[in-house]
């Protein structure tokens, strides 16, 4: 099994801030940029080698290849001052980080176990008399010595591992057992650390039907699902037995109606969602900005454009990448169920979350019209009257979430 891990890092890029006015035509800029990247914490990591690029006005106004050995702490951290243009047809300035290599005790980690997430660039307002901030974060993905199935990948000491396959008989068609596609999601924070998952809605979509949106934060267990080409959906949710270790897992299970011989042969059948972790809340459910944070993601046919049965083993990063791992863009993603280890997933609603004697209120559908309402630590399961319509799929919304009275 391959396993890669997530490093933490991030740099720091302090804007310009002028010594003296320019005139025209400009002469080499005296106007700095002040660089420094975090050290990395993997292990095994003694240096790293970046090139920083600024550029202004489609032209470059330096770039330098830096390494942690001589410019910081010989463990990834530097720092490092060179110049920008302040001028006002300059504007802005852009300021570009590679990372070129990781080196070990005695040679540089092959490239081929770990992937870059650069190179990244922002925007720089370089001001005369004055310094902007600008925050750069990468995270560097790496082979793993420890982990659980298929692929584990560490961050801030937080290991996952996803994969998808099939089983030919799982889930249960009425009196029979069907064929089932499993996604499966599993992670663990750091000693004493919280774990928590995310997860998006798991869609499936075929060629002529319409797309059919699972919400892996329902159940646990199995419930009948009549859209095409699901009959079921299972979902299941738990913690490892460890002492000192939140390891959790999160799995969803698909009972698809594929065969070629059945009355349903659907063409183009795609499994697909993201999932990521951290060591604690991630805010509004949405990865850092400015991070180029770690994300799993599942793209797996399940038919091909005749109908024919592809679901198989597909372990991550395979050389298909149905299963893969990737970076988010600097804006953050937004991953809309999380899953506290040890608890159940749900939605707390945001902003003005309710709270009884300091506590959030999360509520979560069951299926077949029941609820479980959630107020700290103590639950309550409740079934709705029939033909009940609720607000969003993985439940209804408490006042004062809701938009409007009634809601």
């Known amino acids: 099994m391959r396993r890669l891990s997530f490093l933490s890092a991030h740099a720091l890029f302090g804007a310009c801030a002028a010594l003296g006015a320019c005139a025209e035509p400009i002469a080499p800029s005296t106007t700095n940029v ?51 243009d302040a001028s006002l047809n300059a504007q802005p300035n ?24 650069t190179p990244v660039s922002l925007k720089v ?13 990468l995270v560097i993905m790496r082979d793993a010595t420890q982990g659980f199935f298929d692929v584990a990948v560490e961050f801030e000491d937080v290991f996952c591992s996803a994969k998808f396959d099939c089983q030919d008989s799982l889930l249960h068609n009425g009196e029979e057992r069907g064929l089932t596609g499993v996604l499966a999601f599993a992670c663990a924070a750091g000693t004493a650390q919280e774990t928590v998952l995310y997860m998006s809605d798991v869609t499936v979509t075929c060629d002529g ?27 299941y949710w738990g913690k490892e037995n460890f002492d000192d270790l939140d390891k959790c897992y999160w799995n969803t299970a698909l ?55 592809l679901c198989a083993a597909h372990p991550l990063n395979n050389p298909n990448l149905t299963v893969r791992t990737r970076y988010s863009d600097l804006a953050g993603e937004v991953l809309d169920h999380p899953y506290s280890c040890g608890g ?11 709270q009884v004697a300091g506590a959030d209120i999360t509520v979560s559908e069951l299926g077949d019209g029941a ?20 607000d969003n799929d993985i439940g209804c919304c408490i006042a004062p979430c809701c938009n409007t009275a009634g809601d």
């Open 34 to 84: 002040a660089i420094q990247v975090a050290p990395l914490e993997l292990e095994g990591v003694t240096n790293a080698r970046y090139t920083v690029t600024v550029t202004a006005g489609g032209e470059t106004v330096w770039t330098k290849q830096l390494d942690a050995k001589r410019y910081g702490d010989g463990r990834g951290s530097l720092a490092y001052v060179g110049p920008c």
């Open 94 to 117: 852009t300021v570009t980080l590679v990372l070129d290599a990781l080196e070990g005790a005695s040679a540089d980690i092959p490239a081929s176990t770990w992937q870059n997430p």
């Open 125 to 137: 307002t370089c001001k005369e008399n004055a310094d902007t901030q600008v925050l750069f974060d």
């Open 209 to 235: 039907l319409p797309p059919v949106v699972v919400n892996p934060a329902l159940g646990p267990g199995q419930r009948t699902v009549s859209e095409a080409p699901l009959f079921a959906v299972g979902t």
């Open 255 to 309: 009972g698809l109606t594929l065969s070629p011989e059945g009355a349903v042969n659907p063409h183009n059948c795609k499994v697909s969602a993201t999932g990521t972790a951290a060591g604690g809340a991630l805010p509004a459910h949405t990865t850092p900005g400015a991070t180029r944070y770690p994300i799993i993601e599942w793209n797996v046919p399940v038919t091909d454009t005749d109908g024919n049965l």
């Open 344 to 354: 159940r997933p749900g939605q707390v609603c945001a902003g003005n979350t309710p």
């Open 371 to 390: 609820l479980r309402v959630e107020i700290g630590t103590a639950s309550t399961e409740i079934r709705l009257p029939p033909d009940t319509v609720l």
